[in-house]
């Protein structure tokens, strides 16, 4: 249970944290409750009601990560984001329809139902569908920042992933070459303390997976990643120092995962009082909080915000359940290029 | 006339490609100050500077995968794996991520891998391997293994300009061995046509890679003795020339189908279920196949002679053949 917040200050001004404008927080609220709202409807109505195909993996408790990293980025820049990271895909500008339509294997769905879940991509939006072999996105996440550099573009990359994709020697190669490269890469970790039932101390030996940045040659830095705010922080200073050619760093956000590793997982394994504890850390509750001391909201005006959230989805569920399945024959489209 | 080698084709075709399009660049190990292992990356650096001719870390899975990301933002990377043995270490990047982007979401990945591959350069088990088809069975691929100078650089050209992940097997011992005038403009050899090397009524020899050569050579020797073989050089493996293979078996009614790689799940038997289901009314004997035996590529040259397919194994299996 490391959820101490240590700052090396490698990444800025060492003064923290520097808090965004309001309106930026109230969107930030807005984006982090949408992805709870979305996906506690995936997981706990659509799936049970056997509306949605395949696996459920969803980021119950680490929405401050994905929406932090990537609210105030630009719409060139790109995303490259793992299997909790919801907010990545609404704040990039995919609709609820094409999410629930993926989920549900439709037609209308981001990969015309040829992938499952979470496995959305977009060039349109700039967000690089990840594959099931967690940590293939690093390399990716280095050659497109390499591809900003050689082209003299001041883009950045956001490329997350989780604890145990640190295992991956893909996930070592890839930061290894970012900073021999110097490529304008922030890679995002949202250490969950747990890789499906393996905790972390299972996973690796040493305490923080920012510790191996130094390795790398790149600066990391361990932020609260319950405290939105604080992962909004760290990354505005990575991303800046990314987008002033200084090369990648890395956020180590401490989290946990306030599910099984998936819908079918029970997550039996997983001590009752760590979900306790850090059900007291709720990363969306929190920003209420301090939105609700500053009088930058009130209750009645989170309800409201909570009853539009309803709404978007409800109408997002009753047109992508409309929405029609491919054509069989379609799995045959789209190996390669077609005129 | 000025000859141009099989190895120099590759530069060639690489340079001008790197002068057409400003997008394309070459990564990989060793490939920048020192020009590659084989040096078909010579004098690049110097020409195109360091921000397009990029040395790398060894790390094959890093190198596809930058290739991948890269190409996602409209570069066309031309990433290098030293030797194609080395492939393995980037086999998920090419085969989970490159290959099936376009079919998931849509994202063409136009990223060429060029390795270095095959035997005869007594280079042992991890710098002689023809590992063609673990890609040939990959959709979304495509693979091609030049015979010749001219399709060295004409099918390199392809590749480069091609919207999906060629993997472009370039075969060592033909480096420096083979040679031919090479027209000045720009050519390009099309992914997916083979060539007819020679044209025989016999007998035809399937067959890719140095391998033609080994098929040319027995059919000098076959035509004393009143055996007449055709020579069909594949070119491309992924996707293949039906057509061709189909029309020359219709042709001669006898094949022999012979490649470098080893014998269980090697093209030969793709092959062999192609014209069994699609020409077994033409043929007038077995299809047969020579292969290397399934055995990783020994290192001592007596143990490798032994290894590779021979002149002399063409000779016995065609002679068996005509007289069947």
Redesign the interface.
Known sequence: MNAKTVDPHTLGTGQRPALPPKETQLKILYFMKVVRELENRIERKLYRQGKIVGGVYVGRGQEAIAVGSCIDLRADDVVCPSHRDMGAFLIRGMSLRTIIAQYMGKKTGATKGKDSNMHMGSLEHNLVAFISMLGDSIPVAAGIGLSFKMRGQDRVVVCSFGDGATSRGDWHEGLNMASVMKCPVVFVCNNNQYAYSTPLERQMAVENVADRAPAYGMPGEIVDGNDVLAVWDASQRAITYARGGHGPSLIECKTFRMTGHSAHDDAGYVPQELFDYWETRDPIRRLERTLIQQNALTDAGIAEMQKGIHQEIDEAIAIAEKDPYPDPEDCLRDVYFEE | MALTTYVDAIRQGISEEMERDDNV?VLGEDVGIYGGAFKVTHGLLEKFGE??V?D??I?E???????????????R?IAEMQFADFISCAF??IT??AA?????????IPIVVRAPSGGGIHGGPFHSQNPEMHFVHT??L?VVCPSTAYDAKGLLKAAIR???PVIYFEHKYLYRRIKEELPTGDFVVPIGKAALRRKGSDISVITYGAMVYVALDAAKELEKEGIDIEVLDLRSLLPFDREAVLETVKRTNKVILLHEDTRIGGFAGELAAVISEEAFDYLDGPIRRITAPDTPVPFSPPMEEYFLPQVSDVLRVARELHAY
Do not use: E, H, V
Not at chain 2, 100 to 106: L, N
């Open positions: 660049f921000t397009r990029i790398t870390p790390s899975s890093a190198i596809i995968g930058a290739a991948i990301g890269a190409a996602m933002m409209g570069l990377p998920d990047q989970n991520f099936k982007c376009r079919y998931r979401w849509g994202a063409g959709p979304g495509k091609d919207a999906d």
